[in-house]
């Protein structure tokens, strides 16, 4: 095969990845001329060529040429693999020392940067088939495994097992390590953050069940044991009110602060921000709604309990935008 023959297969290869990854490309004229992220890595390649043969300066000349033409900017002397694809590709910048494998994704702003000042490794390998979102950053001599999945966003700076997900600043690990390609269509990045919030609120929901039925196992009269009975009931109703914000009910979320109830009428005390903030109706409605009808309860009062932080400054901060 000769030289010829194998930069058209080189070509092939990466016309062939783009419309792999890229449902938005329509035909290979398109990708040919309209497509920045593909001119980048012609440039890279023969940038690196004369980086590997001791040609820095021009090596960092046409390097240069490149980041003024298509606003990507490849270090020469990073390593780019077969089929890379970088989609939009603004603002995107690979280091020195990089090394990206085969098959992988890389979106607009992404930063495979370095830590160290000193001329070793010092910015990030990607194995095979990676995905890195638009705007994520990965800083140092780490390595992110072979099928990860970098989200949008994420700052990366420590190393990424085979398979997993990553996002949040600094990166944290949001998905189990595997195999399995995940389908942007279906499947969304998860929040560890909240993830870790839903247990915590579960534990304090358990240990105030239990200091409830201690609570029930106490002597009192029987008007004492009845009021609890009636609370009780009118929590479990509150459990059916979603925070759709967060999609957790406002019991285990732990927003109610306390139920008073007086004969056919009760008092449900909220704990949320000032009445500015707008889910404040919604959530006293649905929580007059649940509560109605439930042991006699004809009159429901909801009142919210003022938090330190309230969306006051946030309104005015609006109107006197508005009035400028």
Known sequence: MTWADMVFDRIR?????????DPAARSTAEVLLCYPGIHALWFHRRAHWLWMHRVRFFARFVSHISRFLTGIEIHPG?????????DHGMGVVIGETAEVGDDVLIYMGVVLGGTALENVK????????????????????I???????????????????????????????????????????????PDPMLRV??????????????????????????????????????RDALKEVIDPEVGIDIVDMGLIKDIIVNGTHVEIDMVLTSPACPMIAHLSEQVRRQVLGVCGIEEVEVKVLDEPWTWDHVINRQNSSKER
């Open 197 to 234: 919030a839903s247990r915590l609120l579960d534990r304090q929901n358990r240990l105030e069940e239990r200091i409830r039925l201690m609570e029930q196992q106490l002597p009192g009269s029987g008007l004492v044991r009845s009021e609890r009975v009636y609370k009780e009931q009118i």
């Open 13 to 21: 290869e990466d016309i062939r990845a783009v419309f792999t990854k």
């Open 143 to 189: 390595r992110i495994g072979k099928g990860a999945k970098v989200g949008a966003g994420a700052v990366v700076v420590r190393s990424v097992p085979p398979g997993a997900t990553v996002v949040g600043v600094p990166g944290r690990l949001a998905g189990p390590g595997g195999d399995t390609v995940m389908d942007p269509q279906n499947e969304g990045m």
């Open 122 to 141: 010092r910015h990030p390998t990607v194995e095979e088939n990676v995905v890195i979102g638009s705007g994520a950053t990965i800083l140092g001599p």
């Open 78 to 86: 990073a390593v780019v693999g077969h089929r890379v694809v970088i």
